[in-house]
């Protein structure tokens, strides 16, 4: 009886352990990583700020508000402790910030992985930066404004505008009750917070590129303080075995070129990735900054009407990935969780996802990284009026941000900044911004290519991507393909217009909405939707979905596809698994049928259009 009581008081300790622990203590930035930094996730405190009078009131001053909230899950969450559903305008958080001694003398920055949507910061009531963005991470220098050993007053503003279309909110409702594809809200903070100190001639950035057709990394290194005394040392290991190593000036017009005599591609199949190590070093040999990332040897490029992955061409079995929780909102509660996303999803046959109307975190490109899994990463359009000035000033903005975090990651191989612009006018604000938006893409990241905006309304685009939710026959007589006419598409060009919008061109087609086949108990029918008619059996449904897949199949042109969804979403049950994450089939049936269009295309026909 006494060890029975033991062995229950330790279980009773370590659950009161999980419950305290901090939330998502994971360094949040997996491939520029530092030791020496603090997360600010767990306990704040908050006040919702209705009627915008708070900068009236004082809150700015505050040392405290009356509500308590666990960041970084947003206040609609439950994870959050708040779980307020109605629309938020503006909230307030406070929290002390206590710097360590140890920091003296150094750069110390205050970063966020991602607030929705404007964010003011105040340190010991004095303003100090605003930041507009629904997913984009961003760092403010606060050095100046704080003494490392003492303790800070951190106030933050969030205002959001959701209705308004100009900025971003992706599949975030604008009515009160989630419907259709619209779902539970996010506003405010929603990814980690953190500290970080930094050698005031330390590292700011890189970018790495690899070069697999010559056998090299090229890294363009960026310093806080250029210093040709320093030198910035690269070392590209294969576990403990150096494979390259490469010496420069610690300045900002460097080249880092890695050369490798033998090479480990990346790809689904062996993700292979190289650790990476960046040390900036005084003339007196000091290390005055280390930064720990990795990097995965890999090419992407389209020709001839396919997509090809290490000059091979590839084909893409994508799911659709909404990355929303049901605990957290858009937040992951765990990063097991992030991980748990990919391998359920490579269990059932997919290779890779396309993340869809959210900015995912980095940790969720970590583990594409490393498990082997392609991604398209797409921007948050859905609520912006595509025909507006503004809101394509703010898209372009945030956009930067984005490609500029995430392009060194190898399991992107898409960038996609909008979905479905159907309401697009062919004149005026919508050509313009996506002409930019691919020309400035380009420019940030050469070797990817542009999705300008899935399933059509295309402007200027490398992929042509188009949805349909046929099934079996229709889907097979919509892709029909005539060469010289134009194949099917979303939108009618003779009838949106003349002047702007692109004809296709021989770009890699891909139907990457497709599928969405609903599996709902007949008591949630009246309240829940999928595409096409209920099934009811499972004999059915698999019968229906490789009838689709058949159909893609058949389809030569075809060069990739999106399955709709990898999981259910609140209302819209048609994933491939349940909210929650358990399955509805056995993955194995769901395997056999999408491994019918096998990743490496052996026998490739002639595609030329």
Known sequence: MKAKTILIAIALIMGLGNLMAQPRAEYPRPQFERNDWVNLNGTWTYTFDFGRTGEARGFVNSKGFDGKITVPFCPESALSGVKYVDFINSIWYQRTLTIPAAWEGKKIFLNFGAVDYEATIYLDGKFVQTHHGAGSSFSIDITNRVKAGESHNLVIRVNDDLRGGRQPGGKQSTNFYSAGCSYTRVTGI?????????????????YAVPDIDQKQLVVTPQFYTESNTNRLVVTVLDGKKVVSTKTVPATNNSIVVLPFKTMKLWSPEEPNLYDVTYKVIAQDGRVIDEVKSYAGMRKIHCANGYFYLNNKPYYQRLVLDQGYYPDGIWTAPTDEALRHDIEMSKAVGFNGARLHQKNFEERYFYWADKLGYITWAEFASWGLNVNDELAARNTIGEWQELVIRDRNHPSIVTWTPFNETWGARDTGAYPRMMIDLYNITKAMDPSRPVNDASGDSHVL??????????????????LAFEHGKEPYRNINIEDRGKQNFARYDGQPYMVDEFGGLPWIKKEDRASSWGYGGNIDSEEEFFKIL????????ASKHVVGFCYTQITDVEQEKNGVYYYDRTPKFDAEKWREIFMLLPSIIEDPVDLSY
């Open 190 to 206: 929603w990814q980690t917070v953190w500290m970080e100190a930094v050698d005031r001639e330390g590292l700011k950035s890189v």
């Open 461 to 478: 685009t490398d992929i042509w991507s188009v949805h349909n939710y046929s099934r079996g026959d229709g889907l097979l007589k919509a």
């Open 546 to 553: 490789r009838g689709e897949v058949e159909a893609l199949k």
